[in-house]
């Protein structure tokens, strides 16, 4: 409930505070006087949208602080999925900025707008004459016939449900999308992939590649230098084998002469050994090479086919185009088993719409078990009303399609006077017998699930005399359960609250504020008359409040 209000520098308002209990709120005041002013700054701690020109003065901040007493809101767990400290007294702060800026908290913890919506939303119901509108809306009818059927838990399960055929439905939507692009691409991309894999592509491939070339390509120059070479090594008498041979022993005639000419010996003999060996290297070459044209055009052929896939694939080298080739089959593989996937598809959402129809089925029986309740019982309070000839005609048939709330079109119709044909409240109702419906509709579900405050704004416009009192007297038993407020001008409704607050406006200089106070019980009496009789108070009318009082 709400249990304290505070405003400062909002539009009239200089500074207000104040504080209320459980039961029935009264708020009166003469047209003008600032009760909507009040309602507005109240909606900025709700979540509305607040723009510059509320502020009084526009060199200081607005505050707007209310403080709740949450403890039977069960709104534990929305505080934790929104991260915020939970206090069974939570309070709720807006600031509008002279910038124009807005900041908003809960528990001194900054928040969105969207967020404070959202627990706003859960803590005031703000009816208006524009809210009655929503009487004509489907989602909000079938919302009382919902809250008399205790569906709130078929409902969940047929959200739950209702989302898993539609991820499914989606899925199926967009592989078949897919297929008909994919179909288009797949003979390019099996080209691709066939090309690829005729590369016999595997790493290492194009530097060995690119090395047998440069010997196939020079095998003339190869072998002039492995000639030359083969000459400097075994020339009969300038050749370094047979001067080696020479000096080898030379070495071994000096060894007998000391280690360190024995040791010269052994060098020089590596040396030949080695020397040797080269020889016997340069002469297997000159034995193995030889011009192939044939294989320099095949190595040629293999190499220009690895440019060009390069080119084609702008792939840097052999390692990109191995990678390139993966991704092509994987996206042939998908191709080929698309038909296969999209009838998985049809199949899983043929059980989930099977299981959808079952849940919105059980929706549909128990929403009808209660129509006829919910006729008696707006039909019995409206009667209360002054409509005693007021008929509801409502039924409820099978839709073409799965909505958010079930699988239900609901007609809802209504008739004021026998003899008249029914029609959409919208058009054949009054202002007045809109309010009235509304009315009664809040307390039928007051009746059957826990409401936040309620704030009734002039709902009784348009009406008076005992029905006014009647209406009062549904107001006063909603708040025997639950906080509810009542902005009115009939002192028949004034008369039932449980405490009596007046919004009034002061000139001080040259400045005008509104401002609210509580009334005593003397007040309450004055301030009944002046709504009976006008601000000339007469006897009868101070006779006529207090007996509305008793």
Same mark, same amino acid.
């Given at each position: ?7 400062? =520098? ?9 504080? +209320? ?68 007294? /939570? ?26 919506? !959202? ?22 009818? *079938? ?7 205790? =569906? ?38 099996? +080209? ?10 595997? *790493? ?10 440069? !010997?196939?390509?020079?095998? #003339? ?11 400097? *090594? ?51 070459? !000159? ?25 084609? &694939? ?25 038909? @296969? ?26 929403? =009808?078990?209660?129509? @006829?309740?919910?006729?008696?019982? %707006? ?42 044909? +029914?029609?959409? %409240? ?13 009315? /009664? ?24 005399? #005992? ?17 509810? +407020?009542?902005?009115? &001008? ?21 400045? /005008? ?16 008359? #002046? ?12 006779? &006529?409040?207090?007996?509305?009082? =008793?």
């Amino acid at each position: 409930m709400l249990s304290n209000l505070s405003i400062k =520098n909002y539009a009239l308002i200089d500074e207000l505070n104040v504080s +209320f209990a459980e039961g029935f709120t009264i708020i009166t005041g003469e047209t003008g006087a600032g009760k909507s002013i009040l309602l507005g700054g109240l909606s900025l701690v709700l979540g509305k949208r607040a723009d510059l020109s509320a502020l009084r003065d526009k060199d200081q901040k607005c505050i707007i602080e209310a403080e709740f007493e949450i403890k039977k809101y069960k709104l534990k767990s929305f505080f934790k999925q929104n991260d915020l400290d939970y206090d069974d007294l /939570t309070i709720v702060r807006r600031e509008i900025l002279p910038s124009g800026k807005s900041r908003a908290f809960i528990n001194d913890t900054p928040i969105t707008l969207d967020i404070l919506s !959202q627990l706003g939303n859960q803590l005031i119901d703000v009816h208006s004459q524009h809210q009655t509108l929503q009487l004509a809306d489907n989602d909000f009818q *079938l919302k009382v016939i919902d809250a008399l059927a205790d =569906n709130k838990n078929t409902l969940q399960d047929y959200s739950v449900n209702l989302g898993a055929y539609k991820k499914t439905a989606k899925e199926l939507e967009q592989l078949i999308e897919f297929q008909q692009n994919a179909d288009k691409e797949y003979d390019y991309n099996s +080209f691709l992939l066939k090309e690829l894999e005729e590369a016999s592509l595997h *790493l290492g491939m194009q530097e060995k590649l690119e090395a047998q070339y440069e !010997q196939l390509n020079n095998v #003339e120059s190869i072998m002039e230098q492995l000639s030359k070479g083969d000459q400097l *090594l075994n020339d009969e008498q300038v050749g370094i084998m047979n001067l080696l041979s020479e000096l080898k022993q030379t070495a071994g005639k000096l060894s007998a002469f000391g280690s360190q000419y024995a040791q010269l010996s052994e060098r020089i003999q590596s040396v030949f050994i080695e020397m040797d060996d080269i020889a016997g290297e340069i002469r297997s070459f !000159q034995e193995q090479i030889e011009a192939n044209p044939r294989v320099l055009e095949e190595v040629s052929g293999k190499l220009q086919l690895l440019f060009n896939l390069q080119k084609k &694939h702008a792939a840097a080298d052999v390692e990109s185009l191995l990678r390139i080739k993966e991704e092509l089959r994987e996206k042939v593989g998908v191709t080929e088993n698309l038909e @296969s996937n999209i009838e998985k598809l049809r199949e899983e959402l043929v059980k989930n719409e099977m299981v959808l129809q079952e849940v919105s089925n059980t929706l549909s029986e128990r929403r =009808n078990l209660v129509l @006829s309740n919910l006729k008696q019982q %707006l039909e019995g309070s409206l009667e209360l009303l002054g409509m005693p000839s007021a008929s509801f005609q409502i039924e409820i048939h099978r839709a073409s399609s799965y909505k958010p709330n079930g699988n239900d079109d609901l007609i809802f119709l209504f008739s004021a006077n026998k003899g008249s044909g +029914f029609g959409a %409240l919208k058009k054949v109702a009054s202002g007045g017998e809109l309010s009235r419906i509304m009315l /009664t509709i809040k307390s039928i579900l007051a009746k059957y699930e826990h409401l936040p405050t309620m704030m009734f704004d002039e709902i009784d416009t348009g009406v008076s005399g #005992e029905i006014s009192n009647k209406m009062g007297d549904i107001m006063a038993a909603m708040s025997k359960n639950m906080q509810v +407020f009542s902005i009115t &001008h009939l002192p028949q409704v004034a008369s039932k609250g449980n405490q009596h607050f007046k919004v009034y406006k002061t000139e001080e200089g040259n400045t /005008t504020q509104t401002k609210m106070k509580k009334l005593s019980a003397d007040e309450r009496v004055v301030e009944l008359a #002046e709504m009976l009789g006008g601000s000339d108070l007469s006897d009868s009318a101070i006779a &006529h409040a207090r007996q509305l009082l =008793n």
